[in-house]
Nanobody
């Protein structure tokens, strides 16, 4: 079955840019009609969908994060990446990557999550 694994820094300073990568195994990120998403969960709060990149390379970003978020992919490495600029302590969260099999379908596979703390 497909596996997703997040990687990146566990600690980021305020104002810096976070870069997280999701490596996908046992499945291609270019396969029809998958969507590859980033979701985060701040401590004590619910899940927040941040954005996604689909099998064609088209990207979708939450309006609340659009000004400082970019999602890209490396098809040769079968990875997709989240970049979040101007980090603040409010961006402290567990960040997950996940897959869904169609735009209107729920997430069916998740990575284990990566805790990112924003602090001096």
């Amino acid at each position: 079955q497909v596996q997703l694994q997040e990687s990146g820094p566990g600690l980021v300073k305020p104002s810096q840019t976070l870069s997280l990568t999701c490596t996908v195994s046992n499945g291609s990120i270019t396969t029809n009609y998958y969507y590859w998403s980033w979701i985060r969960q701040p401590p004590g709060k619910g899940l927040e969908w941040m954005g996604a990149i689909d099998y064609r390379g088209s990207t979708y970003v939450s309006p609340s994060l659009k000004s400082r978020t970019a999602i890209s992919r490396d098809t040769a490495k079968n990875q997709f990446t989240l970049r979040l600029r101007s980090m603040t302590p409010e961006d402290t969260a567990v960040y997950y990557c996940a897959r869904k099999s169609g735009r209107e379908l729920p997430m069916d596979y998740w990575g284990g999550g990566a805790l990112v703390t924003v602090s001096d």
